[in-house]
């Protein structure tokens, strides 16, 4: 798969860093072990590598992929590292002072850092399909629609779950109301018995008082 390719004719997408600040011999050194390789294997080479280049070379791919994936609507699992190399920058010259008042000229190198990713053929993605339901494992896509569709179902159970909440809620709310209605309508009913006997025994009370009093006047008569 080496060998400089055309992206109009492959699908696949670019990216380029220009003047970093460290030299394209270094930088060749990192490119050399991503190249032709896998993205997925690509990113765990740059992750543990010890280099200083790595990083801004992982900056860069990373770059790339989302151009392949914005610009071109590739899916990044089945991309690969087509193409990367590193141009010589200007040189920044700069001196350092020595003994005897004597300088000595420094170089800062920087280089023109360029990776290109590319879709994988058909004949490869068609093996890695079946190594991957050979293994029973799922690609990254697929792994990401899993969730999303998770994810969906939980939100649609936590707003039904939510519904019956509130119904149950408002169901209690309504059953105490009508509790409290009966509670008061039995309330009012006795009261409403205690004060016809209340008055009922009132009644011969004051007769038998009206009585003792006419006795009382007779007898004075």
């Not at 050194?29 to 200083?52: K, T």
Request: charged share 35%; hydrophobic share 35%.
């Amino acid at each position: 798969m080496s060998g400089l390719i055309d992206l109009e004719a492959v699908a696949g997408a670019r990216s380029t860093h220009k003047f970093a600040r460290l030299s394209a011999s270094k930088a060749r050194v990192v490119l050399d072990l991503i190249r032709d390789e896998d993205l997925d294997q690509a990113r765990e080479e740059l992750q543990f590598c010890d280099r200083g280049a790595a990083t801004v070379i992982s900056k860069v791919l990373e770059s790339a992929v989302s151009n392949a994936e914005n610009n071109e609507h590739l899916a990044a699992d089945e991309l690969y590292v087509a193409e990367c190399w590193a141009d010589e920058g200007p040189t920044l010259k700069r001196w350092r002072p020595r003994a005897r008042g004597r300088a000595t000229r420094i170089n800062k190198r920087t280089c023109h850092i360029t990776v290109v990713v590319a879709q994988l053929s058909e004949e490869e993605l068609e093996t890695r399909a079946a190594r991957l339901a050979a293994t029973g494992r799922r690609s990254a896509d697929a792994d990401r629609a899993a969730r999303v569709a998770a994810s969906k179902e939980s939100e649609e159970d936590t707003t039904v779950d939510t519904e019956v909440a509130e119904d149950t809620t408002v169901d209690a709310e309504a059953a105490e109301a009508e509790a409290v209605t009966e509670q008061n309508e039995i309330s009012d009913q006795h009261n409403e018995s205690d004060e016809s006997a209340t008055s009922d025994d009132a009644e011969p009370e004051t007769s038998d008082e009206t009585t003792a009093i006419d006795e009382q006047d007779e007898k004075e008569a």
